[in-house]
């Protein structure tokens, strides 16, 4: 008895030391901090970057130093498109995209979250990037693509028309040269307006519209505050077509290299971070028009109904969205 007794007890003793070693190694790895770069092609002066470098800070500061950031604007990293495709190779990349960019990532369905009027307000916009409709998108995205997303609610205000003339009728559109993204949405959105959608790059797009290489453009108002365009380009028509699903994305295999706990410090931040910028963007549009005006930009009322027959077959224009996906997301987005 004796014997068996000392052979349990040592067998007891080198079990702890190894679950004692197990122990500390598990801490030295957790304790082993991640540094993740962030990427916009926005200057940094824009409102979401200067924001997001809040919610860095932040969420740097309650994990301990466990995930720490770096900051590249401007397009210091490259296209948006660059910084996908880095964050679906697994690189600890995340970057600033909108729901469309993403669409061609193995989840057709998120381009229409960005189709023109989708939704009328930022309340409903809110509720349906949180939905369980976009969740399932979001979940699919991270398995097909190897991308997380963070959140996508990042509403910097409705997008309007910046030109060198005024567009109060669809019809006014006919032939102007105009800065498009190669992104489906715009795309299908302005094909019908008979726009001849010429493709820049945001960071580009000043010295496109100085020179005549486009002359007219689309953003919202906090946006053309940040990229100056107004000082090339006179008139803004309200037309409020767009209301971009925005927001942060990262690699998904960097995510999952987190802690439980860190993972849901990243969505609480970026998540309260796109409710910070859209509440900023409704308060700053009446400032950022006086400005304007004082600075010699004419602003024009648009004819929305007008905008909004001549854009609606939008929602009939891809092949892979399944049938009643429209109503699907108006259902999500009015929470009915």
Request: aromatic share 8%; proline share 4%.
């Amino acid at each position: 008895m004796t014997i068996l007794k000392t052979g349990m007890t040592r067998r007891l003793a080198l079990g702890g030391i190894a679950a004692a070693l197990c122990g500390l190694t598990a801490l030295s790895a957790a304790a082993e901090p991640v540094t993740i770069r962030i990427a916009s092609v926005n200057p940094p002066t824009t409102e979401s970057v200067v924001i997001v470098q809040e919610v860095a800070d932040t969420i740097t500061e309650r994990t301990d130093g466990r995930v720490k950031f770096q900051l590249f604007a401007s397009g210091q990293l490259g296209t948006t498109t660059d910084s996908l495709e880095q964050a679906s190779q697994g690189q600890p990349i995340i970057t600033f995209v909108s729901a469309s960019f993403m669409a061609g990532f193995g989840v057709p369905e998120l381009a229409v979250v960005e189709g023109p009027f989708v939704v009328a307000n930022n309340e409903e916009a809110e509720r349906l990037a949180f939905s369980d409709l976009m969740q399932g998108y979001y979940d699919r995205l991270a398995e097909k693509a190897g991308i997380r997303v963070l959140a996508l609610n990042w509403f910097d205000g409705a997008r309007h028309m910046i030109g060198s003339a005024p567009y109060p009728s669809p019809d006014d559109l006919q032939g102007v040269l105009m800065r498009v993204p190669p992104v489906d949405t715009w795309i299908k959105t302005f094909e019908p307006l008979g726009v001849v959608a010429t493709t820049v790059e945001a960071a580009e797009a000043y010295s496109a519209l100085a020179q005549g290489v486009v002359t007219a453009a689309e953003s919202p108002l906090t946006g053309l505050r940040a990229s100056r365009w107004y000082e090339v380009a006179k008139h803004i028509t309200l037309t409020g077509h767009f209301n971009l699903f925005t927001g942060w994305v990262m690699s998904e295999k960097t995510f999952e290299s987190l802690s439980d706990t860190d993972q849901q410090i990243l969505l609480e931040e970026f998540r309260k971070g796109g409710q910070k910028l859209t509440e900023i963007s409704e308060g700053l549009a009446a400032e950022i028009r006086a400005e304007f005006e004082a600075a010699g930009v004419t602003f024009h009322e648009a004819d929305l109904d007008g905008y909004r027959a001549k854009t609606a077959e939008f929602y009939t224009s891809f092949p892979d969205w399944p049938e009643g996906l429209f109503e699907d997301v108006r259902a999500a987005a009015t929470g009915q």
